[in-house]
C-alpha cells in the first residue's frame, strides 16, 4: 500500500506511522486522516502488530487541521461531510497507540495525541487548542476528552485563549505521560510499544478497554465491567502460562502475541 501523505512501516512487532506532510507543519488535510485511518485498520487486521506508534517530525507532530482545507467550507458542506468525523475510527483502535509528539500539536495535533493510549513527548512539544483563534472551536475531542484528561481549569484556560503550553506544562497536568530529549524520542516510544507488543495481545486490549470505559460509564458500571474482563482472562491458555512462569521463576511464553 502507498501513501502520500504518511509513511507506514514496521518495526518487529510494532507498528509506525509517520506524518508526512514537512511543508504544512504536518497539517492534517482529509487525505491524511484517510491515509491514518487505511494504515491503522491494515494493523488492526495484522496479528503480527501489537502497538502502534504515531509521530511526527522534529518541527511538528501536527499542527492542527488544514486550515487551507477548511477556509472556503460552508455548514452544510461540513455537515454532510461529517468534517473529521472519520478520526473517530483513531479513538476506537483497539490496539494501543503510543503519540510520539514532538514539537507543535495544536488543534487536531493535540487531538489526535489525545486520541492516543500514551503520549510520550519531547522536550520541544507544545500543546495547545488555538481554534478560538481562528473563529471556532476544537472539533475532534479538544473540549471533551481534554477535559475528561487534565480537568477543567486548564482546558478551559487553553480552549477559550488559545493558548499553548509547553511540555512541562502538558506533564505536570496529565496529558503526557513522559518527556524525553527529543534526540531519544522515537527509540523511547517504539521500545514503549515493543514492550506492550510482547504481553498477551487479548489481556492488552481488553485493558485498554477497560480504562477507556473509564471516560464513559459511572464508577460502579467501570468497576463491575472490569472485574467481569479480569473473571474472562482465566479462560485464557496466556493466564495459565503467565501465572504458570511466576510460580516457576521463568519468563512467561505468551501464545497470544
Ligand atoms: N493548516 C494549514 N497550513 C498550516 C497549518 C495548518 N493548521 N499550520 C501551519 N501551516 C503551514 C503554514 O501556512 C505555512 O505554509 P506556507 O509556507 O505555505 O505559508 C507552513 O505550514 C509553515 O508554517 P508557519 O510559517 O506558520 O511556521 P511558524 O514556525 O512561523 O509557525 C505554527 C508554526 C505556530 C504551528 C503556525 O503555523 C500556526 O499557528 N499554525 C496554525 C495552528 C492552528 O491554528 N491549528 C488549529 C487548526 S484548526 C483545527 O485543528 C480544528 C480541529 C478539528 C478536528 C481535527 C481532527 C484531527
Redesign the pocket.
Known amino acids: 500500500m502507498s501513501y502520500d501523505t504518511i509513511k507506514v512501516e514496521t518495526r518487529g512487532r510494532v507498528g509506525l506511522v509517520t506524518f508526512n506532510r514537512p511543508?504544512?507543519?504536518n497539517?492534517?488535510?482529509q487525505q491524511m486522516?484517510r491515509e491514518i485511518v487505511e494504515a491503522l485498520k491494515a494493523f488492526q487486521a495484522d496479528a503480527k502488530i501489537g502497538a502502534v506508534v504515531l509521530t511526527g517530525s522534529e518541527?511538528?507532530f501536527?499542527?492542527?487541521?488544514?486550515?487551507?482545507?477548511?477556509q472556503s467550507m460552508d455548514y452544510p458542506a461540513a455537515l454532510m461531510v461529517d468534517?473529521?468525523g472519520e478520526?473517530e475510527d483513531l479513538g476506537n483502535f483497539r490496539k494501543p497507540t503510543i503519540a510520539a509528539v514532538a514539537g507543535?500539536a495544536?488543534?487536531?495535533?493535540c487531538?489526535?495525541a489525545l486520541m492516543c493510549d500514551i503520549v510520550i513527548a519531547a522536550d520541544n512539544a507544545k500543546f495547545?487548542?488555538?481554534?478560538i483563534?481562528?473563529g471556532?472551536i476544537?472539533?475532534?475531542?479538544?473540549t471533551q476528552r481534554l477535559a475528561r484528561s487534565i480537568g477543567k481549569a486548564k482546558t478551559m484556560d487553553l480552549v477559550l485563549t488559545?493558548r499553548?503550553m509547553d511540555v512541562q506544562e502538558a506533564e505536570r497536568c496529565g496529558l503526557v505521560a513522559r518527556i524525553v530529549p527529543a534526540t531519544d524520542l522515537l527509540e523511547e516510544a517504539l521500545r514503549t510499544a515493543d514492550k506492550i507488543a510482547e504481553f498477551s495481545l487479548p489481556a492488552v486490549m481488553l485493558a485498554k478497554e477497560a480504562v477507556g470505559r473509564a471516560f464513559e460509564v459511572p464508577l460502579a458500571e467501570g468497576l463491575r465491567f472490569e472485574r467481569r474482563v479480569f473473571h474472562s482472562l482465566f479462560a485464557t491458555e496466556d493466564q495459565s502460562e503467565g501465572m504458570e512462569a511466576f510460580v516457576q521463576k521463568r519468563s512467561p511464553q505468551f501464545k497470544n502475541r
Open positions: 511543508k504544512a507543519m497539517a492534517l488535510n486522516m518541527k511538528a501536527a499542527a492542527g487541521a488544514d486550515i487551507k482545507d477548511m468534517l473529521w478520526w507543535y495544536l488543534g487536531g495535533g487531538e489526535v495547545g487548542q488555538p481554534e483563534t481562528l471556532v476544537p472539533g475532534m475531542g479538544g488559545g499553548l
